[in-house]
């Protein structure tokens, strides 16, 4: 079966007991059962509810795994991960991450013991130098947040398999439209559903996928534990934005690819950041392990003045100045003051996070309304 097929059709039956083509929103902390212990596989919402295994099993089937969870946050799910780990442990990441998970590594878990390594994963010979006999998980996201850097992720699960390390990959900016880690040999793929899966904009979820079954009941029985699951209705919304995700993701493709040749060719813009670029260091990567290059896109102005960044900021009418991604609506962010905040400014320039830096999250409006606002902004 072919993607958009999947997105329709996939975790989805009619209802069994009215025909209801839509899965119904299982509003119930509950089931009854007929005696102790006999019941139909619901006992209690936290471990169990209806829509949101139909969203679990969709979600499953798109990034080609044997199981999904889905989480109150995408921060709920990276929490859930690293709930994996004990204290002596370590988590190799790349240096330009989500800075919400930065935030988490560092000041939540780092507390506990378990100790974080950042690095410039694009270049994967940096990689088997930082593993050490404590390393169990290697951490990346790729196009990278906000610098749009690839990273090869057949490359880093070949080094991890062999040292017995379990691979992370947050798929939030590529969604399984795009690319499908599991089949790259990764463990575990993260999603903030509240992105490009969900899509409109009214919901905050997460999700792991996995393909081994001992990996699916850990995670399972530490989300039993811990608590954070999502409501049906959001379950519910999910799932139903997940039947365009193709449509919407081959629009923000094609606009992404328009903006961002836009922007290259004005005179303002020092440079932009989109792996479609024959260009870009690892374009190489990207056009070999992604179906296509998406519609997220950074750029930097000439000079290195804030204000300049600011200005084009607040300048544009269609792009909502907005902190998110993924929405049929575009996005225009300033990762140096509002994403990446919680990043010291001397980090974020290491890894070239300039102040100039701005973000697109590219919607699914027609480009030449986009460009036509982009180009009164920078004027
Ligand atoms: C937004 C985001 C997260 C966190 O997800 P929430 O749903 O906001 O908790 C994690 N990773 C990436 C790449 C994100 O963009």
């Given amino acids: 079966?072919?993607?958009?097929?999947?997105?329709?059709?996939?975790?989805?039956?009619?209802?069994?007991?009215?025909?209801?083509?839509?899965?119904?929103?299982?509003?119930?902390?509950t089931y009854v059962q007929a005696a102790p212990g006999d019941h139909k596989g619901y006992e209690y919402a936290r471990t169990h509810n209806p829509t949101r295994s139909a969203l679990q099993q969709s979600l499953a089937v798109l990034e080609g795994g044997t199981e999904g969870l889905v989480y109150a946050s995408g921060m709920a799910a990276v929490d859930a991960i690293l709930k994996?780990?004990?204290?002596?442990?370590?988590?190799?990441?790349?240096?330009?991450?989500?800075?919400?998970?930065?935030?988490?590594?560092?000041?939540?878990?780092?507390?506990?013991?378990?100790?974080?390594?950042?690095?410039?994963?694009?270049?994967?010979?940096?990689?088997?130098?930082?593993?050490?006999?404590?390393?169990?998980?290697?951490w990346i996201e790729t196009p990278?947040?906000?610098?749009?850097?690839?990273?090869?992720?057949?490359?880093?699960?070949?080094?991890?398999?062999?040292?017995?390390?379990?691979?992370?990959?947050?798929?939030?900016?590529?969604?399984?439209?795009?690319?499908?880690p599991l089949a790259l040999g990764a463990d575990i793929v993260l999603h903030s559903l509240t992105k490009y899966i969900n899509g409109h904009s009214d919901v905050v979820m997460g999700a792991l996928i996995v393909k081994d079954t001992a990996l699916g009941e850990r995670l399972r029985f530490i989300q039993n534990a811990s608590g954070a699951i999502p409501g049906p209705q959001d379950c519910f919304l999910t799932?139903?934005?997940?039947?365009?995700?193709?449509?919407?993701?081959?629009?923000?493709?094609?606009n992404g690819r328009k903006v961002a040749e836009f922007l290259k060719a004005h005179p303002k813009v020092k440079k932009?950041?989109?792996?479609?670029?024959?260009?870009?260091?690892?374009?190489?990567?990207?056009?070999?392990?992604?179906?296509?290059?998406?519609?997220?896109?950074s750029f930097t102005l000439h000079g290195d003045k804030m204000e300049d960044a600011l200005k084009v900021l607040s300048g544009t009418h269609l792009f909502a100045l907005a902190e998110s991604l993924g929405g049929v609506e575009s996005l225009i962010g300033h990762p140096a003051s509002m994403t990446h905040a919680s990043i010291p400014?001397?980090?974020?320039?290491?890894?070239?996070?300039?102040?100039?830096?701005?973000?697109?999250?590219?919607?699914?409006?027609?480009?030449e309304d986009l460009i036509e606002d982009l180009a009164a902004a920078l004027g």
């Fill in 1 to 29: 079966m072919k993607f958009g097929t999947k997105a329709v059709h996939a975790g989805v039956e009619p209802d069994a007991g009215t025909g209801a083509i839509m899965t119904p929103i299982f509003q119930t902390s």
């Fill in 84 to 138: 994996l780990l004990r204290p002596g442990d370590e988590v190799i990441s790349t240096n330009d991450l989500y800075g919400g998970t930065y935030r988490i590594f560092t000041k939540i878990f780092e507390p506990f013991g378990i100790k974080f390594r950042f690095i410039g994963m694009q270049d994967v010979a940096l990689l088997e130098d930082a593993i050490s006999d404590c390393t169990k998980l290697i």
């Fill in 144 to 180: 990278t947040n906000p610098l749009m850097n690839i990273i090869d992720i057949e490359a880093v699960t070949l080094i991890a398999r062999k040292h017995n390390i379990l691979t992370v990959v947050d798929n939030t900016f590529s969604t399984p439209y795009l690319q499908t």
């Fill in 239 to 254: 799932l139903r934005g997940i039947k365009t995700l193709h449509l919407r993701m081959k629009q923000h493709c094609e």
């Fill in 272 to 297: 932009v950041n989109w792996p479609g670029f024959p260009e870009h260091p690892n374009h190489e990567v990207a056009a070999r392990q992604m179906n296509d290059f998406g519609g997220m896109i």
């Fill in 345 to 367: 400014k001397a980090e974020r320039e290491k890894v070239g996070l300039e102040d100039t830096l701005i973000r697109l999250s590219v919607g699914i409006e027609d480009a």
